[in-house]
């Protein structure tokens, strides 16, 4: 069933299935935003059916959908309730579970506001670091505007991974596409929090000497 849903999203790739695979896979449904993105980037430079800026931008527009079902959803339905749901059944075909839910809701305390941004590019907490933002009822225009920088430069990521596969691999597929992007996105998602952290540190003691 999976495997078919996925060779299904690769052989229909446009903008509309962009958008809404990108909001099911930040929403609370398992599913690999590298079996969306690195595929559309490589199809936009194969082809003149997409654009590679755009795949970015309906990406991040999913990803934004996707979020604020999650925040939604943690906020007016509480604490209770979102624990109930990842132990149970469903919840478990999700593969969710309280101890999932426990270490998204630890990150959003040791790391505040801003983790609902460099949350996005963490395995493991992308799809969930909007729960404890509802959780704690965020504001939601700076919850927006965090996962949207968040989710804007994941999917760049991603994006650069499609490019970078057209123009260094003779790869001619999308399948074959999305097992690379899979294979090195996390550790470029990692590079890329280190990149941030270290330019936010240099901010932030610039402005102290100040």
């Not at 929403?27 to 980037?41: M, R």
């Not at 965020?138 to 994006?159: E, Q, Y």
Request: with cysteine.
């Amino acid at each position: 069933m999976t495997a078919e849903l996925i060779r299904w999203v690769l052989e229909n790739l446009n903008y509309w299935v962009v958008t809404l695979f990108m909001a099911i896979e930040s929403s609370f449904i398992p599913f690999p935003s590298e079996v969306v993105v690195p595929p559309a980037a490589w199809l936009s430079m194969a082809g003149d059916s997409m654009n590679i800026v755009l795949v970015v931008v309906f990406a991040t527009l999913g990803a934004d959908v996707g979020a604020l079902v999650n925040y939604c959803l943690a906020r007016y339905l509480g604490r209770p309730v979102v624990y109930r749901f990842a132990n149970s059944r469903l919840g478990h075909l999700c593969l969710l579970d309280s101890a999932k839910v426990e270490h998204a809701e630890d990150f959003f305390r040791r790391h505040g506001a801003t983790s609902t941004f460099f949350g996005r590019l963490v395995p493991a907490v992308r799809q969930l670091i909007s729960i404890p933002a509802g959780l704690s009822r965020m504001p939601i225009a700076r919850f927006l505007a965090f996962t949207t920088l968040g989710a804007a430069a994941w999917n760049t990521v991603l994006a650069l991974i499609g490019y970078a596969i057209y123009r260094l691999t003779p790869l001619k597929t999308t399948d074959e596409v999305y097992r690379l992007a899979t294979e090195y996105s996390h550790e470029i998602g990692y590079v890329i929090i280190g990149f941030v952290v270290v330019v936010l540190a240099v901010m932030i003691y610039k402005a102290w000497k100040r």
